[in-house]
């Protein structure tokens, strides 16, 4: 549901979304990496030339003092944000007790936008539509049976 909402804001309002996740180096279960990237093309499929709205994805490669990113937290228009534990997979969901705030404070919310504009887009790479590709439809044997045994896992963590 999260995809879809986020695709159709960038589709039908024009709306600009950039994600940052972790890399496989700096994933703390580097296997669900791959399950990620899985999802890149389809999010990536609203970007259309010349349009408004789009969905960049960002993999952090690590900086000097935090190679995993473990925040969860959106900012929208500098104005509103969303800063919790909230996990998006089965386990936050049907068993450990997860925190979600809304903030809605200009300078609070403007300084957290500030700081993944200037702090995390800088430790990250983005994606390319070519890159997205490749991690959909894996042509070697081996990266189709991790990406295969990654889907597995992340539905059962």
């Not at 900012?75 to 936050?92: E, M, Q």
Request: hydrophobic share 40%; proline share 3%.
């Amino acid at each position: 549901e999260l995809r879809e909402a986020m695709k159709s804001a960038a589709r039908d309002r024009g709306v600009r979304i950039k994600i940052i996740t972790n890399s496989k180096e700096t994933n703390d279960i580097p296997i669900l990496t791959v399950a990620d990237r899985y999802l890149y093309a389809d999010l990536m499929s609203v970007n259309k030339p010349g349009a408004k709205g789009g969905i960049e994805v960002y993999e952090h490669h690590g900086h000097r003092f935090l190679s995993t990113i473990h925040a969860k937290f959106a900012t929208s228009d500098r104005k509103r944000a969303i800063v919790g534990s909230y996990n998006l997979d089965p386990r936050s969901q049907m068993l450990n007790s997860e925190t979600v705030l809304e903030l809605e404070d200009d300078e609070l919310v403007g300084s957290l936008a500030s700081d993944f504009m200037k702090k995390d887009l800088a430790n990250s790479v983005l994606i390319t539509e070519q890159q997205a590709a490749a991690f959909k439809s894996p042509k070697d044997i081996s990266d189709e049976l991790l990406l295969t045994t990654s889907l597995l896992l992340k539905e059962q963590l």
